[in-house]
């Protein structure tokens, strides 16, 4: 009898461990399964979520062809950004994006989010050298981006959705931090062009971007093809 209740305990522990539900627990939205090439093993609604790239990846962020590449001027100018806008660059990386913000959102707030601290490092001290006071970097973590609640207009998502460990989490801290108008921007390398020359777990497709942000209370408003290489999704929180 203790024998088989050691086994038993053991399959249990084992079920929690792999997100299965037991004894009522809500099921989890995650499946796991061996992890291919780039991916981390872990699934959600029919996508593998890719392995992250760490700041030692800043010098390809911060690339001098990055902006002829990404057409990041006109993604830029296509944000709904005023000079009071509250804003998130979430992923923020090296800042590419945060800063040129920055020169738009002169009397709001950039909030710049990561959760590796040498990059809230170099985020803090590049703030400081360029005299930007209105970026404020923000250690955020795997669940949420600990940002203050319905304060933001903007949330930005540069090629960093697809990398999110606990996208359906991250989302719904995500809605909760943005005002009833605010919008969520995806900014994303398009999966269904097979010519766009990044790993395929890096990429997303329309159809699969819609499916996961609709089932945590977000709505398309826009899919604007405008840029290069990349979708440019910008949704609002479901009324």
Partial sequence: MVQFLRVTVFFVLQLVACGIPVFGQDASPYSYTSASRDGTGKWYMGREISQIMGFHGMAWLERPERSEEENTDLA???LPLTANSVVADIG???GFYTFRIAKK???GTVY???????AIDFLQ???????MKQVVPVVGSDKSPNLPEGALDLILM????????FPQEMLQ????ALKPTGKLVLIEYRGEDPAVAIKPLHKMTVRQVKKELGANG???EKNGQFLNIQHFLVFEKER
């Fill in 92 to 94: 923020a990386g090296s």
């Fill in 112 to 118: 710049a989010v990561e959760i590796q601290q040498e």
């Fill in 158 to 165: 540069v090629d960093v959705y697809h990398e999110l460990a």
């Fill in 218 to 220: 977000f709505t398309l």
């Fill in 76 to 78: 830029i100018k296509n």
């Fill in 173 to 176: 801290n995500m809605r909760k």
């Fill in 105 to 107: 959102v002169t009397e």
């Fill in 125 to 131: 001290k590049k703030a400081d050298n360029l005299g």
